[in-house]
């Protein structure tokens, strides 16, 4: 059997896989038209599975050179003649390796070029060694296309630049020398820009001669269309029953398509969850359910992803700064991809453009950066946190949460130790402290979300799901009884959309006049249980 994979690059006949075949089209119409780019991507984002089946791919017109610079030692790099001699001694076996059809006239280019790079009396520097691909290139009897992985390993340091100038230079003069088809660096850091990489003492060499490179825009998250694909293969192999279409669209909901975490979540409820306690059969562990605890899961575990991403945030107070406005103060900050927050954060994974606008890349991620900031050693010292964390005994009754006595009770605790605040205070706080409130009620059970059509400087909606149930929390700032009669239609739709018959309000208030307490009214057949703070 087949198994969903989340370490090193996927294998057709060993794993489930989306199908890659537009990807795959999409990447050779640029190969075949000549274009050198890079790959960047965030991290676990597939881009080595998708060299691999790329190489697979271009074999019946090309010469595939496929390389991993993680294989190169940092020693390698120190002077133009190792790194060279290093390149030249993996370029050979990589194309003898991955051809075993070679004509005799591309065998004696590829011995001269093996003699002139092991012959330490001769100079082979990156001039030599290009001379030597283009030699090859010349008795080639199809063109060479090079791939190069984890091409960050190598962009700390100057003798990398020169081999890209190189490149770009043999690039320009493509029509009058022999040389690649087509160039294609992967990694995360986009060797455009190449001056986060550099130390501070080479700060003079930052201007990257990759400006050759021709955008690579291919889509390479899934879409629920792939993952229902790759769910079918499984239902299939499996003999089992489950609806593949909803169980994609859930899975989409909270990864967005990131490659990574799709798989992950699928993982977790094939090898984790199926045929345990409330997930005995299939349809039950790949229903609602199932797929909320698996999100619970990867929220909670420990990965290189995660690990890697909170890494970034820790070493850059601008990434902390614009992740932390976007999710306590609901700030809409326009997508500039100029800047160089924005272009960090979109880099590493932490946000995406939509609809103009800087959002954190999906729920997953989202929840993972809220657990991580309301959970600080800082933040659980609030005595906020400690009253939820008090009382959380008296808010699970039957297995399920007593919403409407969770606000009740945040009522009562946020007035008698911040209703004497100002403005200012409630509006940057208020909804990051009544995340506080809950964070110690729900964890290790139930999670949440903040959804992000929803999300703005006057409204905020969180989803609970809490052992297969989900609970709507409307967060808004108090702006007068119209203000009221909006939020509560459009919470009335929202429930609508979730195909539930109850919701809740939180309004924070300035009025001095105020009459903080909770209510409960009926709205075009909904309940809403509206709190005023």
Known sequence: MRKFN???????????????????????????????????????????????ALSKNLKDAYYVISLDFQELSASKFCTEETFSRAFASRFSRALKKANVSIPDT?????????????????????MELFDAIGDICAASDKKLVLMIDEVDSATNNQVFLDFLAQLRSDYIRRMEQPTFQSVILAGVYDVKNLKRKLRPEDEHKVNSPWNI??????????????????????????????????????????????????????????????????????????G?????????????EKNTLFESLISKLVNSKELKDIIKRILFNGAEIPYVAMNPAIEQATMFGFIREKDGKAVVAN????????????????????????????AKPTFIKNGQLDVDLILEHFVATFDDLYGDRDQ?????????????????????????????????????????????RQYIIELKIWRGNSYNTRGEQQLTEYLDFYHLNKGWMLSFCFNKNKKIGIKTVSVVGRTLVEAVV
């Open 424 to 468: 200012k205070f409630v509006e940057e706080d208020g909804r990051r402290y009544f995340l506080l409130y809950l964070k110690p009620i729900i964890n290790g059970t139930g999670n949440y979300y903040i959804e992000s059509r929803t999300r703005n400087n006057e409204r905020t909606d969180i989803i609970i799901d809490y052992l297969g």
């Open 288 to 300: 609602l359910r199932g797929i909320d605890e698996a999100a619970r899961q990867i929220e909670t």
């Open 6 to 52: 989340t370490t090193g690059n996927c294998i057709p006949s060993l794993h489930y896989m989306v199908d890659l075949t537009s990807r795959l089209k999409e990447v050779r119409r640029m190969i075949d038209d000549g274009d050198y780019f890079t790959i960047n991507r965030a991290r676990q984002y597939g881009k080595t599975t998708l060299l691999h």
């Open 213 to 286: 490179a021709a955008d690579f825009n291919v889509d390479m998250s899934f879409h629920p269309d792939d993952i229902a694909g790759m769910l079918e293969e499984y239902r299939r192999d499996h003999n089992c029953s489950f609806e593949t279409d909803f169980a994609a669209q859930l899975i989409y909901d909270y990864t967005e398509g990131y490659p990574f975490l799709v798989s992950r979540m699928c993982q977790i409820i094939d090898e984790q969850l199926l045929g345990k306690e409330n997930f005995e059969t299939s349809d039950k562990a790949w």
């Open 363 to 390: 729920r997953i991620f989202e929840t993972v950066l809220y657990n991580l900031l309301l959970t600080a050693p800082e933040e659980q010292k609030h005595e906020i946190w400690k009253a939820g964390e008090i």
């Open 106 to 126: 591309l065998m004696e280019a590829l011995r001269v070029f093996d003699q002139k790079a092991s012959d330490k009396t001769y100079t082979f520097e990156l």
